[in-house]
């Protein structure tokens, strides 16, 4: 989070140190109203600071982690351009549940 912060402060806004999606989400929506010309790049700035994440399942039936099907320890790394689009699909999802553009 302390990259995405600084760029922030470069930008005169203040993010908290602790990751907080709200947060995050209230700045980039400020940004864009701000500069909706410059946004994309900022945006796309975020998801490369975001980095690759770690992710990792624990089966209640066993005491390692795992790939069920594959006996492999589950480190699954996932690079930001393919976290992006999940990000907007859950977006998308969310703004037809509520029923807003």
Known sequence: MEPI???????????PREPSAPALNAFLDKRRQADPTRFADLSLSVIKLLG?????????DRD??????????????????RRFPDLL???????????QA
């Not at 390692?64 to 351009?81: C, E, I, K, M, V």
């Open 52 to 60: 690759r994440v770690n992710t990792c399942s624990i089966y209640p």
């Open 5 to 15: 912060v600084d760029l922030a402060k470069q930008l005169g806004e203040t993010l």
């Open 89 to 99: 699909t859950q977006r998308l999802l969310k703004s037809t549940l509520i029923g």
């Open 64 to 81: 390692r982690r795992t790939f069920r099907s594959r006996g492999q320890r589950l480190h699954a790394f996932h690079a930001p351009n």
